[in-house]
C-alpha cells in the first residue's frame, strides 16, 4: 500500500453511518486511505494471511474496531491476532482487560482508584456466597465479567434471595461469580469518554424511576452534565492503568463512602446518537478530532518503526 491506510470497524446504527464518513473525510484530508467495513466476523485465514473483504490485515498501518453490539467470538479472536502485527485501537491487551469486569476492578484497585467492594467466588464455593452477602451488609450486585449494557447484572438482596437466584446462576456453563457491593447512590451517574488520555466529552444518565440500573439499555435516560476536574482525572487514570487509548468511565458518587468511584470501564463508548445531541449533548466533533488525531499518529509511528527496520 502507498499511502497510509487504516482498516476500519464502525458500528452504523445510532448516527454511526455520519460518525464514520465524518472520520475518513477528516483521514483523506490528512493523506490517509481508509477502507470500512472491515467486519473480522467474514474474515478468511490462510497459510499466515488474514483477508478481510478482500483486504489483507497485515498490510493495514492501523485498524479501529469500534462495534460493541456484533462482536462475535470469531471475530474478537482474529482481532487478537491482527493485534499482533497492525497496531489496533484499542490495543488488544488493555481491550481484553477492561472487558473483563473483575481484572478492571482488580487492576484499578491495585493503582489506587475506588471501585464499588467486590469478591470473586469460585462457582462451588456457596459458604463464600453467603459470606460476600454478610461482608456486603445484605445487598450485592451479581455480574457477569464480560457483560454489557447492563445485561445479566442481578441485584440480590439477602440470603433467601441468594437461594433463589443461585438455582438459575448454577445453571450456566460459569466457573466462578463476581459480585460487588451495592452502592447507595442517587441513581444517576457521568459517562466521561477519554481518547489518547484527553477528557473529549461526557453526560449523565439517569435509572427510570424505581429502577437502580442507568443503563440506556435498561431503560436509562441521558442528560447533559457537566464534570468537575476530581471527575475527569479519576476518568484519565482509570483509563490509563488499563492502557486504553479509547475509554468510556463510568463514575458513580457513593454516599456512603463519600466519594466517586468508578463503576466500570467501557471499551467502545458510543458517539453521541442525533438523538441526544438534540438535548445539548455535542461533544462529538471533538472526540472524533482526538480519534483522527490518534489515528494519523498510529499509522505514523508504524512507517517510523518500518523506515528504521529497513534502514
Same mark, same amino acid.
Given at each position: 500500500m502507498s499511502l497510509s491506510t487504516v482498516g476500519m470497524w464502525l458500528y452504523r446504527n445510532g448516527g454511526g453511518e455520519q460518525i464514520q464518513r465524518k472520520i475518513v473525510h477528516k483521514l483523506q484530508d490528512r493523506g490517509i486511505k481508509c $477502507? =470500512?467495513? @472491515?467486519? @473480522?466476523?467474514?474474515?478468511? !485465514?490462510k497459510n499466515g494471511a488474514i483477508n478481510c473483504n478482500g483486504v489483507s490485515m497485515d498490510e493495514l498501518d492501523a485498524f479501529l474496531s469500534y462495534n460493541a453490539g456484533e462482536q462475535t467470538p470469531y471475530q474478537r479472536y482474529l482481532y487478537q491476532m491482527v493485534s499482533? !502485527?497492525?497496531? =489496533?485501537?484499542?490495543? *488488544? /491487551?488493555? *481491550?481484553? $482487560?477492561a472487558e473483563d469486569k473483575f481484572q478492571t476492578s482488580h487492576l484499578l484497585n491495585l493503582h489506587g482508584v475506588t471501585t464499588p467492594d467486590y469478591r470473586l467466588v469460585g462457582r462451588d464455593d456457596y459458604e463464600g456466597l453467603k459470606q460476600a452477602m454478610t461482608d456486603f451488609g445484605g445487598k450485592m450486585i451479581y455480574k457477569p465479567v464480560d457483560g454489557w449494557g447492563g445485561s445479566g447484572i442481578v441485584k440480590i438482596e439477602g440470603e433467601n434471595a441468594l437461594k433463589t437466584v443461585l438455582p438459575f446462576i448454577e445453571q450456566t456453563e460459569l466457573r466462578y461469580f463476581y @459480585?460487588?457491593? *451495592? !452502592?447507595? &447512590? /442517587?441513581? =444517576? /451517574? &457521568?459517562r466521561i469518554d477519554i481518547v489518547d488520555g484527553k477528557f473529549v466529552g461526557c453526560y449523565g444518565r439517569k435509572a427510570p424511576k424505581g429502577e437502580w440500573k442507568t443503563n440506556i439499555t435498561s431503560g436509562g435516560s441521558v442528560f447533559v452534565r457537566e464534570p468537575d476536574q476530581e471527575v475527569i482525572e479519576l476518568a484519565i487514570k482509570s483509563a490509563k492503568i488499563l492502557g486504553l487509548e479509547i475509554a468510556g468511565v463510568d463514575i458513580i458518587y457513593d454516599q456512603e463512602r463519600e466519594e466517586y468511584v468508578v463503576l466500570e470501564v467501557n471499551t467502545i463508548p458510543a458517539f453521541a446518537t442525533p438523538e441526544q445531541e438534540q438535548l445539548g449533548i455535542n461533544f462529538n466533533q471533538h472526540k472524533i478530532d482526538a480519534l483522527v488525531n490518534l489515528l494519523e499518529r498510529t499509522v505514523h509511528y508504524k512507517a517510523r518503526e518500518q523506515t528504521i527496520k529497513v534502514a
Open positions: $477502507i =470500512t467495513g @472491515l467486519d @473480522l466476523k467474514h474474515a478468511q !485465514v499482533h !502485527v497492525t497496531p =489496533t485501537i484499542n490495543n *488488544f /491487551d488493555s *481491550f481484553a $482487560i @459480585l460487588e457491593k *451495592f !452502592v447507595t &447512590y /442517587d441513581n =444517576t /451517574d &457521568y
